[in-house]
Nanobody, 117 residues
Framework: VQLQAYGGGLVQAGGSLTLSCVVSGSISRIYAMGWYRRAPGKQREMVADITSGLSTRYSDFVKGRFEITRDNAKKTVSLQMNSLKPEDTAVYYC????????????WGHGTLVTVSS
């Protein structure tokens, strides 16, 4: 199973970016798909996730600004990021979880988002 994330880049504060992640390989069912990020000098943290039933969770620091969506048929997950702030600068990782799994099973390599002030 491989995850390919793309869409990162440099954007000014207040701008928008959309990240996408495509899952390939043999995987029978995907329960949850998520986005995490790691800012310089900080630990990785959850940004948002979405289940196969389209239930979503967001960390407080992105609520109202980011939106996570998924396409089950295409095995993709996207993250629309609006009103970006310099503190959103990080490497963003997508991840997927099988049913009944506590932790995420597969991770992408990450895509860098840089927000300039």
């Amino acid at each position: 199973v491989q995850l390919q994330a793309y869409g990162g880049g440099l954007v000014q504060a207040g701008g928008s970016l959309t990240l996408s992640c495509v899952v390939s390989g043999s995987i029978s069912r995907i329960y949850a798909m998520g986005w995490y990020r790691r800012a310089p000098g900080k630990q990785r943290e959850m940004v948002a996730d979405i289940t196969s039933g389209l239930s979503t969770r967001y960390s407080d620091f992105v609520k109202g600004r980011f939106e996570i969506t998924r396409d089950n048929a295409k095995k993709t997950v996207s993250l629309q990021m609006n009103s970006l702030k310099p503190e959103d600068t990080a490497v963003y990782y997508c991840a997927v979880k099988r049913p009944m799994s506590r932790d995420y099973n597969w991770w992408g390599h990450g895509t860098l988002v840089t927000v300039s002030s």
